[in-house]
């Protein structure tokens, strides 16, 4: 063997392993954002039990607000509908709903002092607040994820390993605009 054919070989080698460290990173990346994406499932799916809860013990008391307590279970629906069916966008938009929904049942049960004194009222209440938040701090962690996942799969040389295993890119969960403005409590109360 010549010494041609060694920095041939050695190069090939390389080249090979460099192949291979690529493909393990981008695999690595393809698993955060899945499991980002379970984590934010598992809260979702708590929030939706939570919620018939809360809307059973705010019917004790809000006898004249049926629109209200229905819009939010026809938006938890509406999530249920597009977590199961992997919909993001459709995720995204049914959050967004949910939330408005939610806010105006916070919103509305102000003017109900003894919904407000109810125990049971103030820890549903506090645990939905709870799971919305954790909601929103996974989202911006899968949204992370999901971000490094599709760059790295755009960047060369990764892209070259990326379409030759047909690495996929993963959709980001954005809310609407109404979603990410400010709730107007005043117009609620009109």
């Known amino acids: 063997m010549n010494l041609f054919s060694i920095v041939l070989i050695v190069a090939l080698v390389l080249l090979v392993l460099y192949g291979i460290i690529i493909y393990n990173r981008l695999v690595n990346l393809k698993h955060n954002a899945g499991i980002s994406w379970s984590n934010i499932d ?26 209200t307590l229905e819009a939010v279970m026809r938006a938890r629906q509406g999530v249920a509908d597009a977590q199961q069916r992997g919909d993001v966008p459709a995720l995204g938009a049914a959050e967004s709903q949910l939330r408005l929904g939610l806010g105006q049942l916070f919103a509305v049960a102000e003017a109900y002092p003894e919904l407000r004194a109810n125990d049971n009222f103030r820890h549903l209440e506090s645990r939905i607040t709870g799971l919305e938040n954790a909601v929103a701090d996974r989202r911006e962690f899968y949204n992370d994820s999901v971000n490094l996942n599709n760059v790295r799969i755009e960047q060369f040389p990764d892209v070259l390993i ?16 109404p979603e990410k403005q400010n709730v107007d409590l005043a117009s609620l109360f009109r």
């Open 162 to 177: 990326a379409r030759f295993f047909n690495f996929e890119p993963f959709r980001l969960l954005e809310f609407s605009e």
């Open 42 to 67: 598992v809260l979702l799916k708590q929030r939706h039990d939570e919620l018939p809860k809360l809307v059973e013990t705010c019917k004790q008391y809000m006898r004249y607000e049926k629109d």
